[in-house]
């Protein structure tokens, strides 16, 4: 089993919407049980909160079914856990490294880090308001990680 966790600074947009569409892309892969996904925030600001209307409705345009949501925060148990910890921007990954246990720190990466363009981030649509770039971004890069997990499955 491989488990891959997605981090933002709310755990209401980005990180769930990643989640939602990576689950999706697992089951039509029938990987079910073999990669597990889940996501978190880096701050306490939403937990306990669903999913942010615009991230829910542009997976909703996009036939995506299941987007049930409750924001939580990364915990120590979380870094122990999981194999990747793949953080949406560099403040994200700053943020990550500070709250991370010393021998889990090469779990964190940033999400563009095995693409070709490796420092690119996904910005934060609850500031840009862009949820489509958000989308198409997440589309474009979550692929990538599938493959990789598939890759290191034994
Ligand atoms: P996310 O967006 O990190 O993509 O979930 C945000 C959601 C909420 C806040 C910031 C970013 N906030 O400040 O409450």
Known sequence: MKKIMFVCL???CR???????????INQNKLNNKIMVDSAATSDYEI???IYQPAFQILKQNNYKNIEHKAKQINDQDFA???????MDKQNI???KQMCPKKCLQKIHLIYDISATPTNEIKDPW????FQTTFNQLKEILPL???????ELS
């Open 10 to 12: 709310g755990n209401i």
């Open 15 to 25: 990180s769930p919407m990643a989640q939602i569409m990576f689950q999706e892309i």
């Open 48 to 50: 306990g909160n669903s």
């Open 81 to 87: 856990n999981f194999d990747y910890i793949v953080g």
């Open 94 to 96: 700053i943020n990550l």
């Open 127 to 130: 500031y840009t308001n862009d």
């Open 145 to 151: 990680w599938l493959q990789k997990l598939i890759n």
